[in-house]
C-alpha cells in the first residue's frame, strides 16, 4: 500500500499497515505533505505552501495531451507510472520506485523465497524443508513440511542445515535475532545449529546474522550475490502427541467460544481465552453445566476442524451460521495461537494481520496433517 505518513510526512511503501515498516519512502518529512500527479503528467510531493519538494517523475513524454497517463502499484508492490500515445498500442513505462524484483516485503508469503535470475521477472518458491500453504499459488506463502521443536531434547539429531548460494534473508534490525561478527560461514552454521530459537541465518563479510521466525522476506536477487544462506531442515517426523477427544458433544453456549464484535479487543480477549483453556487445567470447566457434562472446548474444536464439521459448533446458533466466514477465520486464529510448537505460534503483528484479512490464514500444520 501507498500511504503519506500523517505523524512524519513520509511516503511510504509497504506490504501491510501498521505491521510493515516499508520497503520504499520517500524522505519528505513534515507536516502537510501531498502527493499531486498533475495534467503534464508529472508526480511530485508539494508542501503546506504547494512547494515541489520532491519530484518523482523525471521525464515525460511531451505535448502531454497527446497521451494517457497512470499511475499504479503493480502485483509485485512497484508503484510505476506509465505513458499511452492516443494513436498507440502500448503503455511505456516511465518511472518506478524500484528497479530490481523482489524487492517489496513478503512477495512470496511466509516461508517462500522470491528469486529473480535475470532481474526482470520474479518467481516463488518454498525455502528447503516447506510447502505450499496452496498448490495452486505459491505466492501464498509455504508451511514447514514437519513441524519440529528445536528446543526438545536431542533435537539436534533431527534436522540439517542446508546452504543456499547468493541468498539472503532480507530484514530490518528487528527482523535479526543477533549478529556474530568475524566467524567463517561454518562457524555460523554452528551458531544457529545451537541457538534453538534461530531457525536460518545469512552469513556475508564474515558476520553471521541469525534470523526471527517467521522467514517472511528470503529473496535471491542481483542484490545478494555473494550472500550464503543457512537454514535449519527436519530430517526425521516427530511424533505428533494426540489430539484430545472431546469429552462431550452437547450443545453449549457458542458466546462461551467466541464473542462475534465489531471490535478488535473482544478478539484478542477470545484468542487469549483459548490461549488459557489450553494450559490451565482449571479453567477448562468454565463452561461446565453440572458434576457430570464437562466441555474441553480446543479439543473439540481441533476435531470438528478435522473431520470438516466446523458448523457443529455453532449449528444451534443461527446468528453465528449466517456469519459463518468470519467465524471460521477467528477459530483457525484461536488455533495457531495455541499451536503445540511454539515456533509456529504468530506473533501478535501477524494476529492482527490475519483478523484484518491482510494475510492469508491457512490450517495449523499439526491439524491440516491430520486432514
Not at 297 to 302: C, D, E, F, K, R
Request: charged fraction near 20%.
Amino acid at each position: 500500500m501507498l500511504e503519506m505518513q500523517s505523524f512524519d510526512g513520509k511516503m511510504v511503501l509497504s506490504a501491510y499497515r501498521f505491521a510493515d515498516p516499508g520497503y520504499w519512502l520517500a524522505d519528505t518529512q513534515g507536516a502537510n505533505r501531498s502527493l499531486v500527479f498533475n495534467p503534464s503528467g508529472f508526480m511530485y510531493i508539494v508542501n503546506s505552501s504547494n512547494d515541489n519538494i520532491y519530484s518523482l517523475t523525471r521525464n515525460i513524454s511531451t505535448p502531454a495531451e497527446d497521451y494517457y497517463h497512470r499511475a499504479t502499484i503493480n502485483d509485485h508492490g512497484n508503484f510505476q507510472q506509465f505513458v499511452h500515445h492516443k494513436n498507440g498500442s502500448n503503455w511505456t513505462l516511465v518511472w518506478s520506485t524500484f528497479d530490481e524484483p523482489c524487492t517489496a516485503n513478503s512477495i512470496c508469503g511466509v516461508y517462500g523465497m522470491c528469486s529473480s535470475p535475470d532481474n526482470e521477472t520474479e518467481t516463488c518458491n518454498c525455502l528447503p524443508g516447506h510447502t505450499p500453504l496452496d498448490p495452486d499459488n505459491v505466492f501464498k506463502g509455504c508451511r514447514p513440511k514437519t513441524v519440529m521443536n528445536y528446543c526438545a531434547e536431542n533435537s539436534r539429531d533431527n534436522f540439517t542445515v542446508e546452504l543456499i548460494e547468493d541468498a539472503d534473508f532480507v530484514s530490518d534490525t528487528l527482523g535479526d535475532l543477533s549478529h556474530v561478527d568475524n566467524v567463517d560461514m561454518e562457524e555460523c552454521k554452528k551458531a544457529i545449529i545451537d541457538d534453538c530459537y534461530s531457525l536460518a541465518a545469512s552469513w556475508a563479510n564474515s558476520t553471521c546474522r541469525k534470523k526471527r521466525t517467521p522467514l517472511v522476506n528470503a529473496k535471491k536477487s542481483v542484490s545478494t550475490k555473494g550472500i550464503k544462506a543457512l537454514i535449519k531442515v527436519p530430517i526425521k517426523v516427530p511424533i505428533n502427541p494426540d489430539i484430545p477427544k472431546p469429552t462431550n458433544k452437547k450443545k453449549f453456549n457458542s458466546r462461551a467460544f467466541l464473542e462475534i464484535g465489531s471490535i478488535i479487543t473482544a478478539i484478542l480477549a477470545f484468542l487469549f481465552g483459548v490461549a488459557a483453556i489450553h494450559y490451565n487445567p482449571a479453567a477448562q470447566r468454565f463452561i461446565k453445566r453440572n458434576e457430570e457434562d464437562d466441555l474441553f472446548l480446543p479439543g473439540w474444536v481441533v476435531s470438528c476442524v478435522i473431520s470438516g464439521n466446523l458448523e457443529t459448533v455453532v449449528s444451534h446458533d443461527p446468528e453465528v451460521l449466517s456469519d459463518f466466514e468470519r467465524f471460521e477465520r477467528m477459530a483457525m486464529v484461536g488455533l495457531w495461537c495455541i499451536n503445540p510448537d511454539p515456533i509456529l505460534r504468530p506473533s501478535m503483528n501477524k494476529v492482527v494481520q490475519m483478523l484484518e484479512g491482510t494475510l492469508e490464514v491457512g490450517i495449523p500444520p499439526l491439524i491440516h496433517d491430520q486432514m
